[in-house]
């Protein structure tokens, strides 16, 4: 009996699909022909070779048959479907099916499912060629094709086909009719995978197998895990084509790598085109620099015409074999200092090039890195400039790498050491020598060479460098000396015996006595906090002129030394004097010293002492911009213990209630001790920096109630430049001394001062009326001006350690002050050490000069603004604490507090109505009242 007749259908179209089907099929169809008659060998060779050209036709033809033609032949081409034994019953075609074997149709077998395969053409000629006949199309077997791979039936597996299991085989035939007429539901990527493909050599168009058959079944051949296939496939079961399959992405670390590779790569490139084309253009200079021989400033008065000093080029160039006379070791310390690759390197340090050229592109703060050539380029070669940018820093690389080139190494470091600068105005290694040894630079022991060497990095620190010198100074001069140990220049044991070499005083080689060198020591000193280093100074020849007056100047020396001869000073007691134009904030006068040359310590600008009750009015200006009116009162009765201390007023006065411009008037202590607690520390503070004193001058632990009697150290031109700002209407100019900064172009380079409104114009004005008393009928009557209106304070510290007397006009306001260096008291024989004495004397003489050729004119009256506060206690309920004897042996001369001139008070009947100073006859006051001697009181002039 045939496979068909037991209810068996295969499809003949598509066994051959694959090569493994066909053999696998083989075996079977060979059983059924021994059960219906032999098989004539002849007609099967040439069955399977019409099989053969069948398959080859469906390749060339393709998929033209329409859908109805093909459906008719898949009727017809159904075949005896071959149960797989132990398979299971497959649910999705998307996974692979297993290999089909032989076997008998037992009750455990089942008939394997198969879907519908599209029609195919070439199906109808395999079927005429065959008579009609419904047997299996399998191609005959190639020569050396594999064997039949499936399992061997059983001996009795051909009776049991042919036996018993007859009605069960056509039950299993109905179901693959069944099966075929309704396909089992599948997935499109496996529907996509299983159309046929005309490129695929294993698609559905080689005989258009489906599901598993078409892509090779797992282990067989050509399918996955089988001979010749792949041993996995990434698109997963059902896929029959490589190209079907997604390109995997590469990991994201490989495509930043690849990225940044080739951004560098670039850049690289870039690096090199831009070097390249610099090198190409950029020129080696013909000629040095003019300013590579001589440049320097010169500083005149503020009139622009008179000259009073001026800054050169001090060098004296050489040769290299002059610089070597004495040995190596000069050239061998500039080396360890600057360059320790000199004579290696190609004119340019890699690393500290980048370095420098990094730091100018990203602004931050530029760094150095240039080798000893490029030193010598930038300061030699004209047309390279001293600019800060890139451009100019590949010119001086492209420059010194030419140079290195062309010239050999001894040239540059001639070249080198005759033009840097060492400080002391000397350029050029033999001018150093001079300048800090006074010897020739052959006669340089190796300890000196290796100091001048250090100082290249820093010029001005070093040049200030007398007998003493700083620890930088000794740690930068080890530095070059272990460095010449490192390039083998000496020997450790050498370096070992070094001593440090301090310089020689410093030679004069101008005239810079008297005040002269006070005045170029003030403008060098402003002109570096603008940003010119001495170097730029000396050498780009600027047309400097200054603020000073000269004939306020000589005002200013000759008022101070006629008074008091310098000699009869006592050690360590300085005087000082400033003027400032309110207006404009120039520094037109001061007196620093007796003569530059023989102490360079500046009293008005370096010397520093307490300012007594000249801190007063910063009090009262505080009042007033909160708001509070000159005709408020406070209790100035003394003495009283304020926190734990006793506060007394001037000479022990009791004092009374007062207003606050009879407070200011006599220089009231309690009085203001009271008003500051009212008007808060931290307000006065801001109040001082506002108006003139510099930020940060007055320390956390002065803000206490006795802070209006002084405590805080002020500068005479500190001084100046805040009661500059009450006379300039309460706007405050910033006090300098340098009015022009010309370049070779004629261009002024000077920042112009801006003015800063400090306090109300009111505030102004009603302080300036309190101080008018002050000198019209107060303590600092010695100031008055018989020509010109006069505001002032006076102001005395414990001891009398310090005096002051501070004044203004309307057109000039000067600080006066007298103090010992040393904290001491001190007298000067002649007058009163107090702010009312001395002080103000000197103010006056020398304002008297100091203000010809100013027309008269009048300050703005007072506002008298403000709300009227009483902080004072009824005086009939309060009685004051009573007067201490005095502590200390030796009296100093009170100020006095004169009679109220407005709004009269009862202070009491023990404030004296006219003090009188015993060592001033001339004093205005009643001769029958001398006074109450002042008793040193805790702290401040007046208490």
Known sequence: MTLAEQGFESEGSDSTGTGDDSERAKPEASEVDSDDGPADDASAAGAEDEADRVVTAD??????????????????ARTEQIPVLGAEETEDAAEPAAAPAVTGSGPSSEPEKVTEPEPDPGTDAAKDSDDGARTEAMPAPAAGAVAFAGAAPEPDDAEH??????????????????????????????????????????GPAE????????????????????????????????????????????????????????????????????????????????????DAVEQGSTFYFADGETEFAYRGTDREVISYDEMTAGGDHVVEAVISAEDRGFWTEPGVSLSGTMRAVWSTITGEQVQGGSTVTQQMVRNYYEGVSFEQTVSRKIQEIIISIKVDQSEDKEWVMEQYLNTIYFGRMSYGVQAASQAYYHKDVDELTAEEAAFLSAAIQQPTRFGQADVETTPDMEN?????????????????????????????????????????????????????????TEDHINRQGFRIVTTFDKDMMDAAYESVEEMVDPDSLPEGVNIALTTIDPETGEVLAFYGGHDYHLNQYDSSFLGAAQAGSAFKPYVLATALEQGYGLNSTVDGRGPREIQGSRVQNAGDAPGGVMTLTQATTVSNNLGFVELAQEVGFDNIRQTAYDVGLP??????????????LGATSVRSVDQASGYATFANGGVHMEAHVVKEIVNQDGDNERPEIEGKR?????????????????????????????????????????????????????????????????????????????????????????MNRAMEGYEPA????????????????????????????????????????????????????????????????????????????????GRGEEG
Not at 484 to 491: C, E, L, N, S
Not at 698 to 707: F, G, R, S
Not at 792 to 803: D, F, I
């Open 476 to 532: 930068r001069w080890q530095y070059v000396v272990n460095g010449m140990v490192t390039t083998g220049a000496i020997t450790q044991a050498e370096a070992d015996a070094m001593e440090f070499p301090a310089p020689e005083p410093e030679k004069s080689t101008e005239d810079l006595s008297g005040y002269r060198g006070y005045m170029l020591q003030e403008a060098m000193s402003e002109l570096t906090d603008l940003g010119y």
């Open 161 to 202: 086909g042919a036996g018993s299991g007859s009605a069960e085989g056509t039950d299993t035939g109905a179901t693959a009719q069944t099966a075929a007429m309704w396909p089992t539901p599948r997935r499109l990527s496996d529907y996509v995978s299983d159309r046929p493909t005309p490129e695929g050599p294993n």
């Open 758 to 846: 400090a306090l109300e114009a009111s505030t102004a004005a009603d302080v300036t009326y309190a101080l008018e008393q002050a000198v019209s009928s107060g303590t600092g009557t010695a100031a008055q001006l018989w020509d010109h209106p006069v505001a002032g304070k006076t102001g005395t510290t414990n001891g009398s350690v310090a005096a002051w007397f501070v004044g203004y006009t309307p057109q000039l306001s000067t600080a006066v002050g007298v103090y010992s260096g040393n904290n001491e008291s001190f007298q000067v024989p002649g007058y009163n050490i107090s702010g009312g004495g001395l002080p103000a004397q000197m103010w006056e003489s020398y």
């Open 695 to 708: 930020d940060g001058s007055i320390d956390d632990n002065q803000l206490v109630p006795v802070m209006p």
């Open 207 to 290: 005989g258009g197998v489906t599901g598993a058959a078409a892509s090779g079944g797992a282990g067989t051949p050509g399918g996955p895990g089988g001979p010749g296939g792949p041993t996995d496939s990434a698109g997963g079961p059902g896929e029959g084509s490589g190209k079907n399959r997604k390109k995997a992405k590469k990991p994201l670390w490989l495509r930043l790598l690849l990225a940044f590779l080739a951004v560098t790569g670039l850049g690289v490139v870039l690096a090199c085109g831009v070097f390249t084309f610099f090198y190409v253009t950029v020129e080696v200079p013909d000629a040095a620099k003019a």
């Open 858 to 937: 009048s300050f703005p009256g007072p506002e008298f603004g403000g709300t009227t506060e009483n902080w004072a206690p009824d005086p009939a309920t309060q009685e004051p604490q009573q007067p201490e004897a005095p502590q200390n042996d030796q009296p100093e001369t009170p100020e006095g507090e004169p009679p109220p001139p407005e709004e009269p008070v009862d202070p009491g009947p023990d404030i004296p109505e006219d003090p009188t100073f015993p060592e001033n006859p001339e004093w205005p006051g009643d001769p029958e009242d001398p006074g109450i001697p002042e008793t040193p009181p």
């Open 59 to 76: 390749r060339t033809a393709g998929e033209s048959a329409s859908a109805a033609t093909g459906q008719a032949d898949l009727e017809e």
